[in-house]
């Protein structure tokens, strides 16, 4: 019971100096403002996924409404080795490039914390090619040797965010977005060659989906 009353007692000490502190700061004029973001993302549909850093620019066109504009590039390569040394190893190599456009509208105005809606398009190219192991010597003709696939797909983010003002002039932020994107997709194949064997023809697809999609942490540096 004690060990509860301390912790109780702790808990509000907090939060009283903590909300005190934030009654004593000057209010935040962001109206105008200029700053260049750094970013980095990788946590996809609840999995750690492919990460990706990104470079920005916000403009505040008064003290609650932003935009904001972020390219993003990955680029990640693993490799699995093959315990037997007369066969190569597997090898993939993956690769992203992103655009997004929207806007921000910031909820509180007068603090070091600003909650926001975040709403906006995106455009995002992906590639995959991944290095089947096979013998090195003398490959049976047929065999899986390599993998592409290559998307494109365009869509409609939503998020919501958390942006901390370190001062007038840096600011941390932390975001998590859902989004709906029509993709297209184009997978191609190509096997060992030889007596007998056809590559196979580029296979295309497309679909729509909507859920989660990526969350962000956000650096900017404001002039």
Known sequence: MKKVSFTCMVVGTFFVLFNSSLANDPPIDNKGKLGI????SGLNDLRIGLYQGGIGVKHWCSNSFVLKSILG???SSSTRQNSNPDYTDEETDEGSFSLNL????????????SPYFYTGFNFTTTTTTTYYTIPKLNPPPGRLKK?????NSFGLDEAIGLEYFLSKHFSLAAEYQVGLSFQ?????TILVSGPGVTQRREVKSSNTTFGAKTSSLLFTVYF
Not at 102 to 113: C, I, L, N, R, Y
Not at 147 to 151: K, L, M, Q, V, Y
Not at 184 to 188: I, P
């Open 37 to 40: 973001s750094l970013s980095v």
């Open 73 to 75: 590039l990955g680029i």
């Open 102 to 113: 929207g806007a921000e509208f910031h909820f509180s105005q007068d603090s070091k914390f």
């Open 147 to 151: 993998r592409h696939i290559s998307s």
């Open 184 to 188: 297209t997709e184009k997978e191609k």
